[in-house]
C-alpha cells in the first residue's frame, strides 16, 4: 500500500499529462477484484496509449527475483571484453539480433540514412547493446556469449575464462524473453477489450513471439561530455517501430518523454513498475488513434560531476513477421477514413531498423 501511495506521488510529480490514469494496477485486468476490475483496466490501457502513448504497471505478472536476475546477467554481459562482444556484431536488420557497441545505432526520427550517419558523428549516442530474439526462427541464430562450463577451468587459462560469461546466460534470458512475451499477449488483450474488440483479437497475429529483448548498458559518463556538447544524449529521440514496448528501467532515471504539449517530460524510474508505450506499428495499425510517444534517454536529472552507469532492458514486442495487418475494426467509419494501406509486419519492421544502422 506505502509503495503503491509512493508511486502515484512519483507519477505525479514527474509533471505527466494524466497521473492518476497513467500508473495502472495490472493485477486488476489478471485477476479482478471486482466485476468491473478487468473492463475498467483495459480502459484505463487504452486511454494512456491514446493519449500520452504510454502506461506504468504495477503488480505485472513479471517476479521481482527474476527481473534481478536479468539485469545481474546484462551487467555480466557488458563487462566483458570488448573483443568477446565484438564477436557478436549486430550485422543485419532482417535478423536484428547481436551487439552494437557505442555509437553504432543512431535512433532518430530520421528516415534518411544520410542525415542519421551526419547526426550519428555530431553526437553519438552513449550507449551498448544486445538484441536477442525468439531462439527457433529458421536462418536467424540468436547471437550468445561462451558460457563457462558448469565445473570450471578443466584445461582453460584464465584469458579464456575472461572471454566467457557465468554459465546460465542463454538460459535465464530467453526465460525472461518468455515471460514478456506472455505478457506482451496479455496487455495486448487487454488493448482489445479496451476497443470493443473480441479480447483474443490480437492473439492470431501474436502468437509467434517475433519479438526483440534487448540489453541496454549507458556506460558512467561526466556531466562535461553534456556540457561540452547541449545535443548529447545517452539516446536520441525515436518512436519505438512495434506493437508495444515493455521497458524496465533501474533507478538510476533520465528517461523522457514528449508529452502532447511538445515538452519532453521525465518517466521517473518507479520501483516495481513497466513502462509500457505503444509503438509505430500499433498505432498504425489503430488508424493513430492510438500514439507512438517519441521518447530519449537524457543526462540524469541529479547534480553529479559523473554520472554512474545506467541499465535498462526493453522488450520490443511486434507482430507475426508473416502478418498483414489492415486497420483495426472500429477506428474508421468508411474505407476513406484508414489513413494507411495494409502492410506485411516483417517487411515493415526491416525497412524501419535498416534505416538507424
Ligand atoms: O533505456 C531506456 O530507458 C530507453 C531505451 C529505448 O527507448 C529503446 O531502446 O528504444
Ligand atoms: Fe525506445
Redesign the pocket.
Known amino acids: 500500500m506505502a509503495a503503491a501511495v509512493a508511486a502515484d506521488a512519483a507519477v505525479a510529480e514527474s509533471g505527466l499529462v494524466i497521473p492518476d490514469r497513467q500508473l495502472i494496477d495490472f493485477s486488476e485486468f489478471l485477476h479482478p477484484s471486482s466485476p468491473h476490475g478487468r473492463r475498467a483496466t483495459a480502459d484505463a490501457i487504452l486511454h494512456g496509449f491514446q493519449t500520452a502513448g504510454f502506461v506504468y504497471l504495477k503488480n505485472h505478472p513479471i517476479p521481482a527475483a527474476t527481473l534481478q536476475t536479468a539485469f545481474a546477467r546484462s551487467a555480466d554481459f557488458f563487462a566483458l571484453p570488448d573483443e568477446a562482444k565484438r564477436a557478436l556484431a549486430w550485422d543485419s536488420p532482417v535478423a536484428n539480433r547481436g551487439y552494437s557497441s557505442l555509437g553504432r545505432e543512431k ?1 532518430t526520427q530520421l528516415a534518411d540514412a544520410a542525415a542519421v550517419d551526419a547526426l550519428r558523428t555530431a553526437a553519438p549516442d552513449l550507449k551498448e547493446s544486445l538484441e536477442i530474439g525468439r531462439d527457433d526462427e529458421a536462418g536467424h541464430p540468436n547471437k550468445w556469449p561462451r558460457e563457462q562450463a558448469q565445473d570450471q577451468d578443466q584445461g582453460q587459462d584464465q584469458d579464456q575464462q575472461k572471454q566467457q560469461i557465468r554459465a546460465g546466460f542463454h538460459a535465464d534470458m530467453m526465460r525472461f524473453f518468455h515471460l514478456c512475451r506472455r505478457l506482451h499477449l496479455d496487455v495486448m488483450r487487454a488493448v482489445a477489450l479496451g476497443m470493443g474488440l473480441d479480447e483474443e483479437f490480437f492473439d492470431p497475429f501474436l502468437h509467434v513471439g517475433d519479438n526483440t529483448l ?1 540489453l ?1 548498458h549507458y556506460p558512467g559518463v561526466k556531466a562535461d561530455v553534456f556540457r561540452a556538447n547541449p545535443g548529447q544524449v545517452r ?1 536520441g529521440e ?1 518512436s ?1 517501430y512495434g506493437s508495444i ?1 515493455l ?1 524496465f ?1 533501474d533507478s538510476r532515471g533520465g ?1 523522457q518523454v514528449r508529452s502532447p504539449t511538445g515538452h519532453f517530460v521525465d518517466a521517473t524510474p518507479i520501483p516495481g513498475t513497466i513502462v509500457v508505450n505503444a509503438g509505430d506499428l500499433l498505432a498504425r495499425w489503430s488508424n493513430d488513434t492510438i500514439k507512438s510517444t517519441i ?1 530519449r ?1 537524457v543526462e540524469p536529472p541529479r547534480d553529479e560531476e559523473e554520472h554512474p552507469p545506467r541499465y ?1 532492458i ?1 522488450y520490443f514486442c511486434n507482430a507475426n513477421f508473416a502478418s498483414n495487418v489492415d486497420t483495426l475494426p472500429g477506428t474508421y467509419a468508411s474505407e476513406s477514413d484508414k489513413k494507411y494501406e495494409q502492410i506485411n509486419v516483417g517487411q515493415y519492421l526491416a525497412q524501419r531498423l535498416a534505416a538507424t544502422y
Open positions: 535512433v534487448r541496454l539516446a525515436h519505438d514496448t521497458l528501467q528517461l521518447h534517454v535498462s526493453a
